[in-house]
């Protein structure tokens, strides 16, 4: 079993639509999480940090769930530039290993 | 403010060539630094980390080195490259641990071609 698993899509969905993505991880220890977006041929990008209580901005909710070992991102009002890989990144134990998702495509079409 | 510095950014190279990508950070001290490589289609990598001048932790064995030779300065090389080296080559940092600040920071990336 991978240690950060993600569905790798793609997804393609309308402008408008309400889209979620979700990450399972399999160290219970693990002790962060965020969510990054990389465009196409580019570097990834900090989307959000992803807490127990969850987090929103703007049309982005990120959730965490401990007991199940997820971690979920929504997007709503879906827009073009929405399209983009998401990445789901977990940090382990002692705070240095660092593991990505192999990410989820997203394509926004009109 | 922080910024991360990476060059060359595409970079083609003959097999059994040497390499040294290089990745320098501006606006801190004391990072942690990392070198991920993503294949393409695939997720990223992590190679190594450096906690510190002259400290270097490998994740996976492979023909490629990491040296730190100063607090914000990180290099990646190979004395000879393999086709499998071809990727995109990220550097990161990230604060201090010490603070509990676990955001990694992305270099622009080297786009590596072995021919």
């Known amino acids: 079993r991978k240690e950060v698993e993600q569905d790798p899509g793609p997804f393609n969905v309308p402008e408008g639509a309400t889209v979620a993505f979700n990450c399972t991880y399999s160290?219970?220890?693990?002790?962060?999480f965020f969510w990054y977006r990389q465009d196409c041929r580019k570097e990834p990008k900090l989307l959000m940090s992803?807490?127990?209580s969850g987090n929103e901005d703007g049309r982005f909710t990120a959730q965490l769930n401990r007991a199940s070992q997820y971690i979920s991102l929504l997007i709503r009002d879906s827009k073009l530039s929405d399209s983009a890989t998401y990445l789901c990144?977990?940090?382990?134990?002692?705070?240095?290993?660092?593991?990505f998702g192999a990410g989820t495509r997203l394509f926004v079409k009109a | 403010s922080q910024t991360i510095h990476q060059w060359p950014a595409t970079l083609v190279q003959p097999v059994g060539s040497p390499l040294s990508l290089e990745c320098t950070v501006e606006?801190?001290?004391?990072?942690?630094l990392y070198w991920y490589r993503q294949a393409a289609g695939r997720g990223l990598q992590l190679l190594f980390y450096?906690?510190?001048?002259?400290?270097i932790s490998s994740e996976v064995p492979q023909n490629l080195s990491a040296s730190r030779p100063q607090d914000r300065q990180f290099i990646l090389s190979s004395k000879k490259l393999l086709l499998s080296d071809s990727g995109f080559y990220l550097c990161?940092?990230?604060?201090?641990?010490?603070?509990?600040?676990?955001?990694?920071?992305f270099g622009p990336g080297t786009r590596l071609t072995v021919l």
């Open positions: 990161a940092w990230r604060g201090d641990v010490a603070l509990a600040v676990d955001t990694q920071y």
């Open positions: 160290n219970s220890a693990s002790q962060s």
């Open positions: 992803v807490y127990s």
């Open positions: 990144v977990v940090i382990g134990g002692g705070g240095f290993k660092t593991i």
């Open positions: 606006g801190t001290s004391n990072p942690n």
């Open positions: 450096s906690v510190g001048i002259g400290q």
